[in-house]
C-alpha cells in the first residue's frame, strides 16, 4: 500500500499534467469553480441528492456480473460492471447529474455540453430535462449526420444542437466551440464537460463523480470473494472518465493491476488510430496540458477509431500521469479486435456492448491470465448507438 | 529599448494597431500586408500564429487560421519571412500555447528576437503560469502583454496590470474575437478601468471595426486594437484581386479620419 492519490495539487496539476491554460476571459468562471467545487461535492446536501438520483433514477448501483462462458473463453475469472444498465446507457450520466447539481449550488441556469457520438449529449440533455434547464450540445457537423439516433434524442429531450463547422467538425471542435460559447455567456452559465479533460477543476471533478463506478467494484467484488480485490481491472479510454472511476479506489494497491485501452483505430502504425499514450506528445488541448495527437509544428491532429467515443486526440491529464508513473497499464485495440469482441460478447454472454467497452472486452484477449486470476472489465455502455455500425460491419444475415 | 517602449514614449494617444493573420490569404501574404501597414501609418502590427485549435477567436480568425495552416504556415515559415522583411514599427505575435511550446519556449523568445519582433500575446498562457516564465521573456527583451476583461476584478486588473510589459490588452466585452461590437460595450468597465489609475498604457480589442470604435477606445485609454474587421478586409481584397497597398492605406485612413482621403 503507497500513499498514492489521484487527485491533483491545488493548481490541478498531476505531477507534470494538468493545469488550467485558459484565456482571461474564462478565468472567474475557472475559479469559481475551483473554489467551490470541493466544498460542493463534499457537502451533505449534494451527497444526499447525488446518491439518491443516483439510486432512484439512473439505476445504481449497477451490477457486478460473473461472466462464465466468457470467463471460460478467456481461461480466468471475468466479471462485467454492468455500466451498459445506467439510465441513458452508459456511465456519462454519473457525472451528467453531479455537475447539473453542481450547476445548482453555483446558481447556473444554462447548461451546455459538448458531444461525440452523442452519449455525453444525451446523459446532459437527460438531466437537463429532469431539472428544466436551458441546454444546448455543441455537436461536430460530421458526427450529427453519423449519430442521427442521438441528435433526435437529445432534441426529444428539449436540447438544442447546434452543429459546428469548423476544424474537422468532431468532437475536439465541438469542445472548441462549447468553450466559446462560455466565454460569450461566461455569467448564466455551467460547462458540463464529458470527460476527466478540459481546465482544473474539472478533470478532478469529472474522476470524483465517476469514482462511484470504482467503489462499487469494491464492495461489489468483496461481497463476492471475501476479502480480495480483483487482480485486474479493465477499462476503455477516450478521455479517460470511465477509466478513472473504475480504477480510482485502486490506484495505492498493489493487489490490482490497472489496464486502460486506447483505441488504435487501423493500427497504430497507419495514420488512422487514436492510441494518444502510444502516438501523442506532451501538449496543450482545451486547457490542460497532457499527451495529445499533434505534427511537429503542434497543431492538433484528427484521431481515427470506428468508435466515436474514443477518437479524441488528447486524454486526460490524469491518465498521462498515472502513465508516467507506471501505475495503471495502456494498451490499444483495433476497430477489427473490439468489433469481434463486441460479436463474442453477444454470443457468449447475450449482452451487446458499445463499441468502445468492447475495446476493453478485447484486452482480454491480449493478456496472458492464469486460470485462478480475476479481471474486472467495466463495460461502460450498451451498444444500442451503435447498431447500425455492426449490422454495416456484419452483414444482415 | 524595447521598440513598444520607445512607441508610447513618443506617442501616448490614437495608437492604431491591427491584427492580421500570418499565411493568409495566402501563404506569402505578410510580405505585402506588413509594409501596406507600416506605410499606411499604423503604429503596431499583431501577427497571428496560426493554430488548429483557436478557443478565444471567433469565425473570422477561425477560418483565416485554418486557411493559414492548409497553406502551410508554421513558426519555422513565419519566422524566415520575418527575418525577410524590413520593418521598423512594433512587431507582435500572437497565438496559442502548444505551437510554442512544441517550438520551445526558449527557442521561440529566440528566434522572436533575431526575428525582430518585439512582443507576445498568448491568450491560453495565463498569468500564473506566464510568471514562471517570465525571466526569459524579460532575458530575451520580449513584451508579454497581458489580457484584462470586464469580468476581471480590480484586483485582477492591477496584477495583471503589473506583469503586463509594454500596454495593457483590454478585451472590451467577455466575448470571442470579432464576436460584439465595441460601441454597444459597457462604459462601467472603462470607468472602472480609469479609476484604477494603472500606469500602463491600455489598448482596446474585441469588436473594433469603425472610426466611431476607434475613436471610443481611444477617449478611454491609448487606442485599439482592429483584428477581425481587417480580416475580413483581406479576403476581400484576395477574392477581387484589388491593389495591397492602396486598399489597405484607404481602410487605416477609414479608421483613423473617418474618410478616404485616397480617392
Ligand atoms: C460507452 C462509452 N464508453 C466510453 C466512452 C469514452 O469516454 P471516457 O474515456 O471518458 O470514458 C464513451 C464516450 O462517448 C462512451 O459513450
Redesign the pocket.
Known amino acids: 500500500m503507497n500513499n498514492i492519490s489521484a487527485h491533483p495539487d491545488s493548481d490541478g496539476f498531476y505531477g507534470d499534467y494538468g493545469g488550467a491554460y485558459i484565456p482571461e476571459m474564462l478565468l472567474p468562471n475557472i475559479q469559481e469553480l475551483k473554489e467551490k467545487y470541493l466544498e460542493i461535492l463534499e457537502s451533505p446536501s449534494f451527497i444526499k441528492e447525488f446518491t439518491s438520483l443516483l439510486r432512484d433514477y439512473t439505476g445504481r448501483p449497477t451490477p457486478l456480473f460473473h461472466s462464465k462462458r466468457l470467463s471460460q473463453k478467456i481461461g480466468c475469472s471475468v466479471y462485467l460492471k454492468r455500466e451498459d444498465l445506467n439510465h441513458t446507457g ?3 450520466i454519473n457525472n451528467t447529474i453531479g455537475q447539473v447539481l453542481i450547476a445548482g449550488f453555483l446558481g447556473k441556469s444554462r447548461i451546455i455540453a459538448e458531444t ?2 452523442g ?2 449529449g444525451v446523459a446532459t440533455a437527460t438531466v437537463c430535462a429532469l431539472k428544466g434547464l436551458e441546454c444546448i450540445i455543441y455537436m461536430g457537423a460530421l458526427d450529427i449526420e453519423r449519430q442521427a439516433l442521438n441528435v433526435y434524442k437529445m432534441k426529444m429531450l428539449g436540447a438544442k444542437v447546434v452543429p459546428v463547422h469548423s476544424g474537422n467538425k468532431t468532437l475536439k471542435d465541438a469542445t472548441n466551440e462549447a468553450i466559446r460559447d462560455w466565454i460569450n455567456h461566461p455569467e448564466e452559465t455551467h460547462y458540463i464537460i ?3 479533460v478540459g481546465p482544473h477543476p474539472y478533470p478532478d471533478i469529472v474522476t470524483r463523480l465517476q469514482s462511484v463506478i470504482g467503489h462499487e467494484i469494491k464492495q461489489q467484488f468483496k461481497e463476492k470473494n471475501p476479502g480480495k480485490n480483483p487482480d485486474y481491472i479493465i477499462a ?8 478513472a472511476g473504475a480504477f480510482y479506489p485502486f490506484i495505492s494497491t498493489d493487489e490490482t493491476q490497472l489496464i486502460g485501452v486506447e483505441a488504435a483505430g487501423k493500427g497504430n502504425e497507419t495514420s488512422m488510430s487514436a492510441a494518444t499514450l502510444e502516438l501523442g506528445r506532451p501538449g496543450i488541448i482545451h486547457g490542460s496540458m497532457t499527451i495529445l495527437m499533434q505534427d511537429q509544428d503542434g497543431q492538433i491532429t484528427e484521431p481515427y477509431s470506428i468508435s ?3 477518437d479524441y486526440p488528447g486524454i486526460g491529464p490524469v491518465h498521462a500521469w498515472l502513465d508516467a508513473k507506471g501505475l495503471v497499464k495502456y494498451l490499444s485495440v483495433t476497430d477489427e479486435e473490439a468489433l469481434q469482441a463486441a460479436k463474442d460478447l453477444t454470443v457468449l454472454e447475450g449482452i451487446i456492448p ?1 463499441l ?2 468492447a475495446h476493453a472486452i478485447a484486452a482480454l484477449y491480449k493478456m496472458n491470465f492464469r486460470s485462478d486470476e480475476t479481471v474486472v472489465v467495466n463495460l ?2 450498451r451498444g444500442d448507438k451503435d447498431m447500425s455500425t455492426y449490422k454495416k460491419e456484419f452483414g444482415d444475415e | 529599448m524595447n521598440r513598444i517602449d520607445l512607441l508610447f514614449k513618443r506617442k501616448q494617444n490614437d495608437i492604431l494597431s491591427v491584427y492580421f493573420t500570418a499565411g493568409h490569404p495566402e501563404i506569402n501574404s505578410l510580405a505585402e500586408i506588413l509594409p501596406a501597414l507600416e506605410n499606411a501609418g499604423v503604429d503596431l502590427i499583431e501577427i497571428g500564429m496560426p493554430f488548429s485549435d483557436p478557443i478565444a477567436d471567433g469565425p473570422v480568425i477561425q477560418k483565416s487560421s485554418q486557411t493559414a495552416i492548409s497553406n502551410g504556415m508554421s513558426l519555422k515559415v513565419l519566422f524566415e519571412q520575418l527575418r525577410n522583411i524590413e520593418f521598423n514599427i512594433p512587431v507582435i505575435l500572437m497565438g496559442y500555447l502548444n505551437p510554442i511550446l512544441q517550438y520551445g519556449i526558449e527557442n521561440f523568445l529566440i528566434s522572436c528576437k533575431e526575428a525582430n519582433v518585439s512582443g507576445t500575446i498568448i491568450p491560453d498562457l495565463p498569468l500564473s503560469q506566464y510568471l514562471i516564465q517570465e525571466e526569459t521573456f524579460i532575458r530575451n527583451n520580449i513584451h508579454n502583454i497581458l489580457l484584462i476583461t470586464p469580468l476581471s476584478t480590480d484586483r485582477r486588473i492591477t496584477d495583471l496590470a503589473e506583469k503586463s510589459r509594454g500596454f495593457l490588452y483590454a478585451v472590451a466585452s467577455s466575448a470571442t474575437t470579432g464576436s460584439s461590437s465595441f460601441h454597444n460595450a459597457d462604459t462601467s468597465y472603462f470607468e472602472r478601468i480609469r479609476s484604477l489609475n494603472l500606469k500602463i498604457p491600455i489598448i482596446f480589442g474585441f469588436g473594433i471595426s469603425c472610426h466611431a470604435d476607434f475613436i471610443k477606445a481611444c477617449d478611454w485609454g491609448s487606442g485599439a486594437i482592429i483584428g477581425s474587421g481587417f480580416i475580413k478586409l483581406l479576403e476581400h481584397i484576395e477574392s477581387r484581386k484589388m491593389d495591397y497597398t492602396r486598399t489597405i492605406a484607404d481602410f487605416v485612413c477609414r479608421i483613423k479620419y473617418g474618410n478616404s482621403i485616397q480617392k
Open positions: 452508459a456511465h456519462k461525440g457520438a452519449q455525453h464529458g470527460s476527466v476503455c479510454v477516450g478521455g479517460g472518465s470511465n477509466a466515436a467515443g474514443l458499445a468502445e467497452s461502460s455502455g
